[in-house]
């Protein structure tokens, strides 16, 4: 019985050892692990926390190249848009110097026309030599003539009245004419001639061309005269003695009486 007790006494005290032997072996055990799990957090907290900053330096990173592609698109536009409006600024600057062009271009153009209009016209057109009316008609008869009758009619008119070529033509006489005092003759394109007589000045010279309207000289009462007037004739050819009816020739260029 006392072996009995004190086997199991024995025996208890073995199984009590091995018992305490496995339990410190699993503690030991789990320390271990909880050690190595630890560890593991740690590195895995480490990880994330380096992966966090990796993200958020890629975000920030990601953002900045954001903000300047943003800000080189508002620059491209705003180039864009000021070479638009230059370009603009530019073509409505050339539109109005063509219109410019264009204004002065056709005035120009009208004042050429109205030059040559006015040339034409001085070619073409006839007018009356002098503002007056008539004194002596043509071929009135009187001893004061040395052919018997007028050659020419007499327009009333006061010494120093402006007298004008009645048609274009060029100047072939231009002096003192004897009973005609001072005196123009000149040629017209359709052959025929033009005398302008008692002139108490004369304002052209031979051999110059002359237009409807171009002041030859000024009326007077040079030569054979009984007061002032301008004496008028139209003749075949320069000389005395070749005259035509001068009111029925101005009437057939059209001049009105």
């Known amino acids: 019985m006392a072996f009995t007790i004190r086997t199991t006494v024995a025996c208890a005290a073995a199984l009590t050892a091995v018992t305490a032997g496995t339990l410190t072996a699993s503690a030991q055990a789990a320390?271990?692990?909880?050690?190595?799990?630890?560890?593991?957090?740690?590195?895995?907290?480490d990880m994330a926390a380096r992966l966090a900053e990796q993200a958020e330096a890629q975000h920030r990173a990601a953002v900045s190249a954001a903000k300047k592609r943003h800000a080189?698109?508002?620059?491209?536009v705003a180039k864009v848009r000021a070479a638009k409006k230059a370009a603009a600024a530019r073509a409505a600057k050339e539109a109005a110097a063509a219109a410019?062009?264009?204004?002065?271009?056709a005035a120009r153009d009208g004042a050429a026309h109205a030059s040559r209009s006015r040339a034409r016209t001085s070619l073409t057109s006839w007018m009356l030599p002098v503002h007056g009316a008539i004194g002596t008609p043509y071929h009135a008869t009187s001893s004061l003539w040395s052919s018997g009758y007028h050659t020419g009619v007499d327009f009333q008119a006061a010494v120093g009245t402006p007298v004008h070529a009645a048609g274009a033509g060029t100047v072939v006489e231009a002096g003192w004419g004897?009973?005609?005092?001072n005196n123009v003759v000149i040629r017209h394109a359709d052959g025929m001639y033009t005398q302008y007589g008692h002139l108490s000045s004369i304002g052209v010279s031979v051999g110059q061309t002359v237009s409807a309207g171009t002041r030859i000289g000024l009326s007077g009462a040079t030569g054979n005269v009984t007061g002032p007037h301008l004496h008028f004739e139209a003749r075949t050819t320069p000389a005395y003695g070749s005259d035509v009816d001068p009111v029925a020739y101005l009437r057939s260029h059209g001049v009105l009486f």
């Open 100 to 105: 410019r062009a264009r204004v002065r271009a």
């Open 31 to 45: 320390e271990a692990e909880r050690s190595a799990f630890a560890k593991c957090a740690a590195v895995s907290g």
């Open 72 to 76: 080189a698109h508002v620059a491209h």
């Open 178 to 181: 004897g009973s005609y005092g």
